[in-house]
Every structure is written in C-alpha cells, then in structure tokens.
C-alpha cells in the first residue's frame, strides 16, 4: 500500500510539474531608457499551447502610483534618442486603437503599467492578439514601448499615451 501511495505521489507531481513547461517560442524585450529617463526593465514573451503568449516582467524608474501607457510598435528600431524610430503601434489588422481585451484594439495594445509607491510595476498578461512564431500577428523583432502617461484607449490612433520612456527590442 505504502509503494502504490509513494508512485501515486511520484506521478501526481512529475504531471503536475509538466502543466507549466511550454513548448512553443520565447522572446525577451531588454527595455532601456531613452533620452533624459531612468525608465528600464525586462519583459519576457512565451508563448503556450492554442496561442497564448504570457507576458511577464518588472519596469522600474517609472512615476510612482502611476500608469504608463504600454504597447508594441511595428519597427524594432530603437536607435532615436525619443524612441521614434519604433514607429506607430503594432496594427495588422488595421483596426482602430483601442483597449485590450476588446474587439476592436491593435494586436499591440497592451494593458497600462500601474506603478507602485516605488515606480516599479509588475509585468502579467496574456494575450491571443500576438505571436512568436510565423505569421502577421509575430512580435519578434518589433519594438516594446512604456509611455509617460496613460493610455486612453479611444483617442487615434495612440491613446494619447505621450512620450516614450522606454524602449526595447522583442528578440527570440
């Protein structure tokens, strides 16, 4: 009785550990400040079974107890001193701006960043709208932005998000 309770254990645990690994595509975006910001962090991209990709990471230098509009742009280019050579938002569906979660956003419309007492905000989303892989909706290579303020999610075709803070390029 004692053995089939110990492989029972055994086995509930290797399964259990199996859930979380994924065998799809990761991306990391290194986000350094630009010109005249302290704004800095990491952002990791995997992407899981049926084509969810998690975002998770840690964005730090920000205003505290604010939020900080969030996207991906469609350029990786983060060689101008304000971060405009990343170009506008991530949009393939040339849809209008919008707020994630909803019918109508660009793929790269992400969730604003929530600044704690510190200025550091907590990176955790997931999202059907990207990829890592092939494809139009594939982020690798694009840029990852923070903004100054928050995102409005209705003014077009940015959400009047202001300056850019950050920059970052999503590598595989």
């Known amino acids: 009785m004692t053995y089939r309770l110990l492989l029972l254990s055994l086995t509930t645990a290797a399964l259990t550990g199996c859930a979380g690994i994924s065998n799809g595509p ?3 975006a290194e986000l ?3 010109q005249g910001s302290a704004v800095a962090g990491k952002v990791h991209f995997v992407q899981h079974m049926h084509g969810i990709v998690k975002l998770s990471g840690q964005v730090s230098g920000l205003k505290p107890n604010a939020e900080h509009g969030f996207h991906i742009h469609e350029t990786g280019d983060c060689s101008s001193p304000d971060a405009s050579s990343a ?12 707020k994630h979660g909803h019918n109508l956003q660009h793929a790269g419309d992400l969730p604003s960043l929530r600044a704690n007492a510190s200025g550091m905000a907590v990176v955790q989303y997931e999202t059907a709208q990207i990829s890592l892989g092939n494809g139009t909706n594939n982020v690798a290579g ?3 932005i923070v903004h100054a303020e928050p995102d409005d999610f209705t003014s077009q075709p940015t959400g009047n998000a202001g300056a850019r803070l950050a920059c970052a390029i999503i590598q595989r």
């Open 26 to 28: 990761s991306a990391t």
């Open 32 to 34: 350094k400040p630009t």
């Open 87 to 98: 170009g506008g938002h991530f949009n393939p569906g040339n849809t209008p701006h919008g």
């Open 142 to 144: 694009r840029a990852l």
